[in-house]
């Protein structure tokens, strides 16, 4: 029924996945041309096979067409047509502001109706790798023929739901959603008509097949439908026109809507072939539910009951129970029943005949929903009092001798001090905290800078008597147990953001044993007051740990900072996310504002919060650093060491950091950086070497450049006449930032490049 849509080629090669653009008409005087919106015109990169895509202007058509590059390098590849969400025309080079983006977009409901096919990525038989094409007639004539299909299909229908989802999406500026800026304002708006031919196709078989619903016998019946219309979930889930194309080497496919737990929106999209085993199509989705219900089935399980109740009511007596595990909502991080929307609109048109009491509203519950989302009302205060009765209710129904495990992997402080709040004002001690690995390391969440690549599992015990601490006692008691607590945990390979948060249950049963904390002048200590003591012993401990058995207070400030900065990032394998290797990501999912400027193109991003609080635990002041740490809003970036090159060769040491270079350009850095190098010592007419810097860290990043700039001779007089060398802590700060620097990057290139010479050099 579907595969005079999906037509094979002319030599039996079979498309696999559609690469498609949202399109606008350029606004440029006298202009008037199609303009795609393309995010990258790179199609594959691969070492073996690196594919990308040339435009070339028709100015007398005023549209564009498109070339195909085999072998394409960086020099080949320019950039896509759309930045920061204004576009730029490749016709007449006028840029279309986001206003104006978003206003032709909204009037077409987010203009996947008429969107421009720009590649077309097949398989040949007994051939490996994928093969890339233009476009040709034969795939336009039959996106043509499903467009009429689902019009005919539409007027033709006359069942209760709509054939095409109408339900509304959850209103602007919700958490996690960026799409109704761009007119997407009902479930259906996210499909192209192709897509929801060959989705609701695949409903009216699960959905109109002779099921027997009457009867226990055939209770088959019920869990066959009910599993086939999960796997309809699955590939509606990726059969979107918000589903990303994936270019790396890694993943080279389709890419879920909800890789990322929030619905951004996306310019150029791929549309993965339903009919086939791969491309995210029926049979391999199908595929993915057979087996979990095969290794399922190995399994010994137990007959149980469940229930749906309200968590701040729940119907169990007291001391009834002897475990109570929740992995509740992060705070204002995952919009879980906006998100569950785009299934249960699906799931009403395939099994809603089945479950007609648990599907019987057309969108989920929201009212009670434990959230922090400002659009709905739900502020930081609403979440901490749902939450707190919430863990009270935990509490009530635990027996005096029973555990509560809580799960929770929100990587900003505030949303863990509300959390850590709720549960000790309900009556729990919190007596560990164990990191455990849940999180698919392919997710978007997880290639975030600093994103937990764990869940952390609190455990809990019943408080069943209340007793008053002293403040002297548990401020000494604290240090005692994180210097336990955090070898332990790095001889597990628990490091980084991970170790800080598994810090956690240790310190706080310092503080959790007690119903209240107490000052000697009778004062109550805060949850956050005590919370800034954690971050600090925490920041030490780690520090003492990364210089080992150097003593970590003989470094200046920046030095500190930045190693306790890129170990915090760290997850244990030498793996840290920067912001360059993010940034392509996050273009495509954060929305930014018109005219906001450009992004920076390179270092390492923390919470600011988060930063501040190590800064403070470790004596470091982040707005004296401002040539290593740069500040902006909610988030505080470490500068690549490329990017500190003018201020650590320049005459002014107020020089604003320059943005790093991209690498093709990489030499052009230094052909500056040795210009300010000969400027600065034309006085003494040596322009070998620049002045040493203030700081070990300052010297050391100097060190690095030159190095990366090729200047042998140069680094050789910087660190004998010079003396740089001389300084122990010279060498042990290199050690030590090799150990933390990415093994992908300059950083790590350049600084193990002088710890090679070192010997050489008689040191």
Known sequence: ELSEFYPKDSDGAIPIAYLWSRTI?????????????????????????????????DLENKRVDFEIIHDATSKDVKDGTVKRGSASCPCCGYTTPVASVRKQLRSRKGGANDVRLFCVVTTRSGQQGRFYRLPVE?????????????????NAYKGILSLVPDEPLPPQGALGFRVQLYGMEQWGNLFTPRQLLALTTLVSFVRNRNYNTTTIDDGLDIAVQTCLG?????????????????????????????????????????????????????????????????????????????????????????????????????????????LSDFFIVWLRRTIGNVYK?????????????????????????YFEVTMAKAMGEGRRILNPNGIGIIVFAHKSTSGWEAQLQAIIDAGWIITASWPIDTEMGTRLRARDSA????????????????????????????????????????????????????????????FSRYNRVEKASGEVVTLREYLEHVWAAVSKEALNMIFKDADASGFEEDSRLTAMWLWTLSTGNGKVESVESN?????????????????PAGGFVLEYDTARKIAQGLGAHMEKLSSVVEIKGSKARLFPVSERAKFLFGKNDSLAPKQKKKKDKQMDLFKELLADTEEINRDTGDISRPEAGNTVMD????????????????????????????????????????????????EKRWIDGVMTRKKGLGF
């Open 583 to 599: 940034e392509e990501e996050e273009e495509s999912e954060e929305e930014e504002a018109e005219g906001s400027k450009k992004k």
């Open 699 to 746: 010297r050391l990043h100097q060190a690095m450049l030159l190095f990366g700039a090729g200047r042998s001779e140069a680094l050789k007089r910087f660190l004998v006449e010079d003396a740089v060398g001389q300084d122990l802590r010279f060498w042990k700060l290199a050690q030590a930032m090799s150990a933390l620097y990415p093994s992908n990057t300059d």
């Open 230 to 338: 999960l796997v309809i979930n699955k590939v509606t889930e990726r059969l979107t026109s918000l589903s990303r194309y994936d270019t790396s080497a890694k993943m080279s496919g389709i890419i879920g809507l909800y890789s990322g737990q929030r619905l951004p929106r996306v310019w150029d999209f791929g549309e993965g072939n339903p009919l086939l085993d791969r491309s995210s199509g029926w049979e391999q989705c199908l595929n993915w539910h057979l087996n979990v219900l095969i290794e399922n089935s190995k399994i010994n399980l137990s007959m149980g009951n469940t229930a749906s109740n309200s968590v701040i009511n729940h119907p169990l007596p007291d001391d009834s129970t002897y475990c109570f595990f929740t992995d509740p909502p992060y705070y204002d991080s995952v919009p879980y029943a906006d």
């Open 138 to 154: 034969r795939d336009l004539e039959a996106v043509r023929k499903a467009t009429e299909e689902l019009e005919r299909r539409k």
């Open 25 to 57: 008409t350029c606004e440029g005087p006298g202009c008037g041309a199609e303009l795609p919106l393309m995010r990258s015109l790179w199609l594959a990169k691969k070492s073996c096979n690196s594919v990308a895509l040339k435009i070339i202007p």
């Open 357 to 381: 009491d648990l599907l019987n509203s057309s969108l989920s519950p929201k009212d009670e929903e434990c959230i922090v989302d400002e659009v709905k009302g739900k502020d930081k205060n």
């Open 451 to 510: 994103a937990l690549a764990s869940s952390v599992h609190l455990i809990c015990r019943p408080r069943e008597e209340n007793f008053t601490g002293d403040w002297r006692d548990t401020l000494q008691e604290l240090p005692v147990r994180i210097h336990e607590w955090m070898p332990h945990l790095a001889s597990e390979g628990v490091v980084g953001a991970d170790a800080i948060f598994a810090c956690l249950g240790p310190a706080l049963e310092v």
